[in-house]
Nanobody
Framework: QVQLIESGGGLVQTGGSLRLSCVAS????????VGWFRRAPGNEREFVSA????????YSSGAVSGRSTISRDDAKNMVTLQLNNLVPEDTAVYYC??????????????????WGQGTQVTVSS
């Protein structure tokens, strides 16, 4: 069973950057689409970005488009999410998730069957 561990969250000022990492333990997760979601206080969990297996087609939400880069290194069982030009609205717990995601369904929470515990990102104004 694959387990996911996120890291890289923290407190940054507006305009700052963070690099979030998701490392898988257990079997290699190269076969899965890997996504990042976030949940701000009082809000539902929302899609941030995703990267497909081998070939690595990437997707991002409108909220972070142009400010984020997602990449994967399957040899290291790792996916990273680079977030730039952060704003207070990016404050949330960020979750890494993996799953055998259907075509066009990369933003659907229920497509992902394996979840990490989350890492807190706080952006101060």
């Amino acid at each position: 069973q694959v387990q996911l561990i996120e890291s890289g969250g923290g407190l940054v000022q507006t305009g700052g950057s963070l690099r979030l990492s998701c490392v898988a333990s257990g079997r290699a997760f190269g076969q899965y689409t890997v996504g990042w979601f976030r949940r701000a206080p009082g809000n539902e969990r929302e899609f941030v970005s995703a990267i497909r297996r081998s070939g690595g087609t990437t997707y991002s939400s409108g909220a972070v488009s142009g400010r984020s880069t997602i990449s994967r290194d399957d040899a290291k069982n790792m996916v990273t999410l680079q977030l730039n030009n952060l704003v207070p609205e990016d404050t949330a717990v960020y979750y890494c998730a993996a799953g055998s995601v259907g075509s066009g369904r990369y933003s659907y929470i229920n497509e992902y069957t394996i979840w990490g515990q989350g890492t807190q990102v706080t952006v101060s104004s």
